[in-house]
């Protein structure tokens, strides 16, 4: 299937062209409809697009302005240039410019048209024809999921698991295709450096070819909802393809897509087995195009097999400490958990997970309550946390050591009373594990540290919760055009994520999201009716990677578009 989109600021043309184009079903195209020359650069930058159908003669940027953007970054898109003027020197100009399939005028014959289509289509073909697997993911280039899935994701990892029903209902409103109900399979990645060479903005479009790469490759398999965090890592969520069944007795050994989705009998378990026994050696695939491809090396961890929404946040850090382990010196990694690597038994130190993200999760309400000024609630979860066996190493109790103590000590840091404490106790002590003889001598010095900090609250209990709202508002405004994840302002205060969202619903009354969202919006408004930048430009600089992405939350938050928003202040101003 082939790529279509209909240029043309006049929709009456673009709309008699998108249903001839729709009755003519043997040429198997994708359409899509754009009224500005900026809209259908937002839709090259998001899809593939074959072949571009546009006038020349458009308000703003016209025509010839698009085919040039086309030739310098998509030189592989044709254009058929469809106007009312028959003007030889623009044919003239269109045809030096290069990509251009054809020259036509409006008042032609719709077989011409097709022809002209046609003809331009097995062009395409005939370019394409000798290209492998790995070429064509090259070329499509996609910008990544949204901030708002981001979140989600990162929720998820840090524990705030919704219920089935309402996990589902979050996954179709930010259009993720994943089961909620179904077990899901982790990946994660990470680029292991960069040439010298590569540009600090060639990295983010590199970025997205890798992202894009690893998702073709996987697309033939699965289903997978891919994020990309910290620049240069990777998160692949991966289900198997929603299809009644596969039929696996058919697969083509020389074709990697070649099995069809056609037996009913295969369920979900044996889809399942084929997934994961299959995985490993797509994502190799990938990391050789990207090495081919973008001359970029990347590390790959994968989990042994699928889990549950409820482990994602164990299994994400665990994969993250063994691709991580692997990263003095070495690259092109691809490690599968349940092996040895670098000396450590995975499975053996898997098992160590679940204890330490159980205590993460602990940590995170312990601090809530010392957040809220809850010392009894405070107190018993303390004692829990505290009470150790036999059964832990020494790594193990280092470990719940300077986790307790890095908990006590931020807060104590935030509220402004850490040197107040100083005068009171030999607040050193809570760094040096080997300054005490027993656990219990640990346990007790804790909880008196504990007990000053409820103590130093009695005065005035909301100051040190304004100061943490206050900071995240001021950071928020001043960075709007940057990613504002839950997990990376939760960091910028030391808290959980868990926590400030939390924290923050309750002091404002708002969610942290919506007061991101009012905050970009706000600022667009300022933008759209004080400057003469372009949407996509304005849309960038409050945050968003993409027009139609800012377009659609505007006008969920204001009712009107960009575009009508500006053009109705311009129109009262003239008043």
Request: charged share 25%; aromatic share 10%; with cysteine.
């Amino acid at each position: 299937m082939y790529r279509l989109l209909l240029v043309d600021d006049e929709p009456v043309i673009v709309n008699s062209m998108y249903q001839l184009f729709r009755e003519a079903v043997h040429l198997e195209l994708e359409m899509y409809k754009a009224y500005t020359v900026e809209e259908a650069l937002d839709y090259l930058h998001q899809h593939r697009i074959d072949l571009v159908l546009s006038d020349i003669r458009m308000p703003g940027m016209n025509g010839m302005d698009l085919q040039k953007q086309i030739v310098s970054k998509w030189p592989r898109c044709k254009v058929i240039f469809l106007t009312g003027y028959d003007d030889f020197e623009y044919a003239k100009q269109a045809i030096r410019n290069g990509g251009v399939a054809d020259y036509l005028l409006k008042h032609e014959d719709d077989d011409i048209i097709l022809q002209s289509v046609e003809k331009a289509l097995a062009d395409i073909a005939k370019h394409t024809q000798f290209e492998d697997y790995e070429l064509r993911t090259k070329t499509k280039l996609q910008l990544t999921v949204s901030a708002a899935q981001k979140n989600l994701l990162f929720e998820l990892i840090n524990g705030m698991i919704p219920s089935p029903d309402a996990l589902a209902g979050k996954f179709a409103q930010l259009e993720m295709p994943l089961q909620a109900d179904k077990p899901v399979y982790l990946l994660i990645g990470r680029v292991d450096g960069w040439s010298g060479s590569i540009k600090e903005a060639d990295r983010t479009l590199l970025a997205f070819a890798i992202q894009n790469i690893v998702d073709e490759y996987l697309s033939s398999e699965a289903v997978c909802v891919s994020v990309i965090y910290e620049a240069c890592r990777f998160i692949w969520l991966i289900q198997p393809a929603n299809n009644s069944g596969m039929n696996l007795q058919n697969e083509s050994q020389s074709d990697p897509q070649s099995y069809t989705h056609s037996d009913p009998q295969i369920g979900p378990e044996e889809q399942w087995n084929h997934l994961v026994s299959r995985i490993h050696g797509r994502v190799e695939d990938a990391q050789i195009s990207c090495k081919k491809l973008l001359k970029v090396p990347v590390s790959f961890a994968l989990s042994r097999e699928r889990g549950d929404w409820s482990g994602l946040g164990t299994q994400f850090y665990y994969l993250r400490t063994l691709l991580g382990r692997g990263f003095d010196g070495e690259q092109e990694l691809l490690i599968q958990e349940g092996h040895v690597f670098n000396g450590l038994d995975m499975e053996k130190n898997r098992r160590h997970f679940s204890g330490s993200q159980q205590l993460r999760k602990q940590l995170g309400v312990l601090e809530e309550y010392l957040e809220s000024g809850q010392r009894q609630a405070f107190m018993a979860l303390y004692e829990d946390i505290m009470d150790i066996d036999a059964s832990y190493s020494h790594t193990h109790l280092l470990e719940l050591f300077y986790s307790v103590s890095l908990c006590l000590l931020s807060y104590s840091n935030r509220t402004g009373v850490f040197h107040t404490l100083s005068a009171k106790m030999n607040v050193g002590k809570m760094t040096q594990f080997d300054a005490y003889d027993t656990w219990e001598e640990i346990a007790t010095f804790f909880r008196e540290f504990a007990g000053l900090l409820f103590d130093s609250r009695q005065d005035s209990p909301e100051v040190p919760t304004q100061r943490t709202i206050h900071f995240i508002q001021q950071y928020i405004q001043t960075h709007l055009e940057q990613e504002l994840t839950l997990t990376k302002l939760s960091a910028l205060v030391h808290h959980s994520p868990t926590y400030l969202s939390r924290l923050y619903k309750r002091v404002t009354g708002v969610t942290l999201f919506d007061y991101i969202t009012e905050c970009r919006m706000v600022k667009a408004r300022e933008m759209l009716t004080g400057t003469v930048m372009k949407i996509h430009e304005i849309a960038a600089a409050v945050g968003y990677e993409a027009a139609p992405q800012f377009t659609r939350s505007f006008k969920k938050w204001l009712n009107v578009t960009p575009q009508e928003y500006r053009d109705t202040y311009s129109n009262l101003k003239l008043e």
